[in-house]
């Protein structure tokens, strides 16, 4: 490793599929910043290992990517509150013996939703699906938002209850069943699996409304299963590609200081798609 260009990497096992070094690749040239970024395969019982090669070739940080968030949780001398409160880390950053672990998956989701979508969270109705790590990821940075009710339903209703619990300060979030739940709400958020396997969750339609958001956090070239279902049922539905610009750009501004503007690059891996 060169010791002028300072080195990051995304790391998963797949991770050829990831975009995280096209994305980092655009953000760097934008800002001018002197980096290199590469996709790092590790070994399924290797996290800690690759890692630690990683840090004693010089490298800065990593991108996490299934299924190392919890090793990497783990592996962290210091965390963020939301990564403290998601359970699971997506960001490393390296600095003097230090490894912070950071979570930008909420915040992502967030940004993408607020500013880039234009719809503000704050007074809304919230239905968040699914109880896994996606959606640990993405409740504090939507508590934050100051919704006027959150609602978390899972198809197995004790681990949204004990999601629920471990943010039990907060008034406005509850449980909900997929089989009860029965009222519009203002953003339908599908943090579960159901989109890889071109399934929707099973949830009534009438959690569909005329001014309701349906967001995936999945995304395709095509609409999800989950996007046409909220779309036929009178949604306006987003997938989760500025998601996924939006987390890449709070990792970058977590290492390098300097927030990228993330319209023009979003709409380049748009046109890939």
């Known amino acids: ?16 599929h990831s975009k995280s070094p096209e994305i980092h690749a655009r953000f760097a040239l934008q800002t ?57 880390v997506n960001t490393l950053k390296f600095d003097d013996g230090e490894i912070l672990g950071d979570n930008t998956d909420g915040i992502g989701l967030v940004s993408d939703i607020v500013r880039n979508a234009g719809i503000v969270l704050t007074g809304k109705s919230v239905l968040l699906l699914g109880a896994g790590g996606a959606a640990r990821g993405a409740l504090l940075p939507l508590l934050n938002e100051q ?54 969750p099973p949830i009534s339609p009438r959690v569909f409304g005329k001014r309701t958001l349906a967001y995936d956090m999945m995304y395709a070239k095509e609409p999800t299963a989950f996007m046409r279902f909220a779309t036929q049922h009178g949604a ?10 939006e987390q890449a750009a709070e990792s970058f501004y977590l290492w390098r200081g300097v927030r990228p503007e993330t319209a023009a690059v979003f709409a380049e891996l748009r046109e890939q798609l």
């Open 1 to 16: 490793m060169s010791s002028k260009t300072d080195h990051y990497a995304v790391i998963g096992n797949p991770v050829a």
């Open 32 to 88: 001018q910043q002197d980096l290199s970024y590469e996709r790092l395969l590790a070994p399924l019982d290797g996290f800690v290992a690759s890692v630690q090669e990683f840090v004693r070739q010089g490298g800065k940080g990593l991108n996490v990517t299934l299924p190392f968030k919890l090793e990497a949780y783990a592996l962290s001398t210091r965390l963020t509150e939301r990564a403290r409160a998601a359970g699971a």
């Open 147 to 200: 919704p006027a009710r959150l609602v978390v339903a899972n198809r197995t209703r004790s681990k949204a209850v004990e999601l629920v619990h471990r943010f039990a300060a907060h008034p406005h979030l509850e449980v909900g069943d997929f089989a009860a739940l029965d009222d519009a709400f203002d953003i339908v958020i599908n943090a579960t699996a159901a989109s890889l396997a071109s399934e929707v």
């Open 236 to 245: 306006t539905a987003r997938d989760g590609l500025g998601m996924l610009v």
